[in-house]
C-alpha cells in the first residue's frame, strides 16, 4: 500500500517539486537504464520526445498514471513497485508529504540512482536493503546497451550510542569506507540520537548547473522506522525538521578517519551476549577521552 496523505496539497506556484511524481520518475529512470533504453528509445515507447521523457524522469513535467503504467511496463519494473506508482499518481494537488508508505528495496535503489548524494543518520540498525550503497550494474538484454554505472556520494553519520551494539552487516561497511566508497562519521552522543533511520537524498544524478537554493529544493527525506514496514517521506516546507538535525549531526560529526578507527575498535570488542552490551563502551572509554582539540572534521557542504 503507498501512503496517506498526512498534509493538504500546497499552492499550485510552489517551485518545488510535488512527491508523487519525484519518486515515480526516479523509479522509471532507475528501470528505464537497467533495461539499456536510451531516452529516445523511450519516448518511441510513448510517441513522445528525448525532452519530455527527461521532464518527467526529473519531475519537471505533469505525469499521468497511464504514461508511467506505460513506460514501467515496457522496461519490466517489478508489478508490485509500478501499482505503487500508479497509485502515487492518483493522489490530487502538489504534495510534499506521504506518511505510511512501503519503501522497499526497488525505491530505495531508484532515489539512490537519481541521487548525486546521500546523507544518513542512524542510531541502528542499519539493514542494508535501506541503505543507498553501491552495486554493481545489471547487464544489458540482446540488443541493447548496457547500463552506465552511476555512483551516489553517501555518507553515513552513526550516533555514538552505535557503539554499544555494532551490527553483523558493519564490516562490509567499513571494506566500503576504506574503499573510499562511502565516509562514515560518527555524531557525538551528546546530540540527540535520531529514533528512525534518517535518509536525505539529493535528487541531481543527471548533471546540475542550477543555485544552491535549487538544489535545496531537489532533496527528499525518508523517515524509516526500523519496527515498523512503512517509511514517512518529505520534501521542501514539510521536511524543515529533518534538514535542521541532519545540519547540526553533520556540523558535529567527528573525523571519518577517527571515527572508523573507534567503530573496529568496538566491533573487536563486541561483546558475547551473554555478557550485556556495556563491555563496548567500556573497552573504548580511554579513547572516547582524548583530546577533541584534532577530532572535528573538515567538510565541504
Known amino acids: 500500500m503507498t501512503g496517506a496523505l498526512a498534509s493538504p496539497p500546497c499552492a499550485p506556484q510552489c517551485d518545488i517539486p510535488s512527491l508523487p511524481p519525484v519518486l515515480v520518475g526516479a523509479l522509471m529512470r532507475r528501470f528505464r537504464r537497467l533495461a539499456g533504453l536510451s531516452v529516445q528509445q523511450a519516448a518511441n515507447i510513448i510517441g513522445a520526445s528525448a525532452t519530455r521523457i527527461r521532464a518527467l524522469e526529473e519531475a519537471r513535467a505533469p505525469m499521468s498514471a497511464a504514461t508511467a503504467s506505460a513506460l514501467l511496463g515496457a522496461y519490466e519494473a517489478p508489478d508490485h513497485e509500478a501499482q505503487e506508482a ?6 490530487p494537488g502538489h504534495q510534499h508529504r506521504l506518511d505510511g508508505f512501503s519503501l522497499s528495496k526497488v525505491w ?16 541502528g540498525p542499519l539493514p542494508a536493503s535501506l541503505l543507498p550503497l553501491p552495486d554493481r550494474p545489471a547487464p544489458a538484454s540482446p540488443g541493447r546497451r ?12 552513526l550516533h555514538e550510542t552505535i557503539l554499544d551494539r555494532i551490527s553483523d552487516g558493519m564490516p562490509h ?3 566500503l569506507a576504506e574503499d573510499g566508497v562511502i565516509t562514515m562519521h560518527l555524531v557525538p552522543e551528546s546530540l540527540a540520537k535520531p529514533t528512525s533511520l534518517l535518509t536525505e537524498y539529493t535528487c541531481t544524478a543527471w548533471g546540475w548547473d542550477g543555485s544552491n537554493a535549487q538544489r535545496l529544493r531537489r532533496q527528499v527525506y525518508v523517515d524509516h522506522h526500523p519496527c515498523q514496514t512503512q517509511s514517512g517521506v518529505r520534501n521542501g516546507p514539510t ?22 578507527g573507534q567503530l573496529r575498535q568496538a566491533a573487536r570488542a563486541q561483546p558475547q551476549p551473554s555478557t550485556g552490551s556495556a563491555g563496548s563502551r567500556a573497552a573504548l572509554a580511554a579513547a572516547a577521552q582524548a583530546s577533541t582539540s584534532d577530532r572535528r572534521p573538515r567538510r565541504s557542504a
Open 239 to 260: 521536511a524543515t525538521g529533518e534538514r535542521q538535525l541532519l545540519e547540526e549531526a553533520l556540523r558535529r560529526a567527528l573525523p571519518s578517519e577517527w571515527s572508523l
Open 108 to 123: 530505495v535503489d531508484a532515489l539512490k540512482a537519481s541521487a548525486r548524494a546521500a546523507l544518513v543518520y542512524s542510531a
Open 173 to 175: 561497511l567499513f571494506r
Open 86 to 91: 500508479r497509485s502515487l499518481l492518483t493522489h
Open 146 to 157: 548496457t547500463a552506465s554505472s552511476h555512483r551516489c556520494r553517501t555518507v553515513l553519520l
